[in-house]
C-alpha cells in the first residue's frame, strides 16, 4: 500500500511538471518600449502574456470606449458609404469629412494613456500617428492644386495606404488591451 502512494505521489509530480512545461509554451513575451524601437514591428500576444490586472484592465476599456465615442461624436461614420469608405475627393462632402476626421484623431489623440503598460501606450500611440497622418493626408487633397498633381488611382493607393495602417494598428491596441483582460469589442 505504501509503495502505492508514493508511486501516485510520483506520478502527479511527473504529471504537474510536463503540464507546466507545455504550457510554457504558449506564453510569449510582452513587448517594451525598446523592443519597438529596435525592430518597428509587433510581437504576438497571448491571453496568458499578462496576469488579469482589473485595474488596468479597467483603465483600457475606458480608454477603448471613449476612443470609440469620439468617432461618434466626430461624426465621421456619417459620411462614410455602405462599403465604409470616404466620400469621393471631388464630393461637396469631402471637405467636411477632412474636418469630421481631423476632429476625431485631434480628440482621441488627447485621451491620457500615461498610466497604462508601456506596450499599450506604444501601440495606442502608433495607432493615433497612422490617424494624424490620415487626417494631414485628407487636408492636403482638399486642394484642387494637389488633386490635380495626382491620378485617381495614385489617391486611392495612398487613402488605401492608411487605411490600412490604421486597421492594423487598431488591431494591435485590441490585441494588447485584451492581453490585459480589457473589454475592447
Known sequence: MRSKTILSTAAF??????????????ITETQTVSDYA?????????????????????????????DKNNESVSGRKSYLGTE???????????????????????DSNSIKASDLPNDFQV??????????????FLNRMKKPSIRAALSNEEIKE?????????????????RTGASYGADVY
Open 158 to 174: 495612398v487613402d488605401d495606404f492608411h487605411t490600412r495602417i490604421i486597421n492594423g494598428t487598431w488591431e494591435a491596441v485590441l
Open 123 to 136: 501601440e495606442w500611440r502608433a495607432h493615433m500617428k497612422a490617424w494624424r497622418d490620415y487626417s494631414e
Open 38 to 66: 529596435l525592430d518597428n514591428s509587433y510581437k504576438s500576444t497571448s491571453c496568458f502574456t499578462h496576469r488579469n490586472n482589473s485595474t488596468t484592465a479597467d483603465k483600457i476599456s475606458a480608454l477603448i470606449r471613449e
Open 13 to 26: 509530480v511527473v504529471a504537474f511538471a510536463a503540464s507546466a512545461a507545455f504550457a510554457n509554451l504558449f
Open 84 to 106: 465604409d469608405e470616404r466620400p469621393p475627393f471631388t464630393s461637396s462632402l469631402f471637405p467636411d469629412y477632412a474636418v469630421a476626421v481631423e476632429r476625431y484623431a485631434g
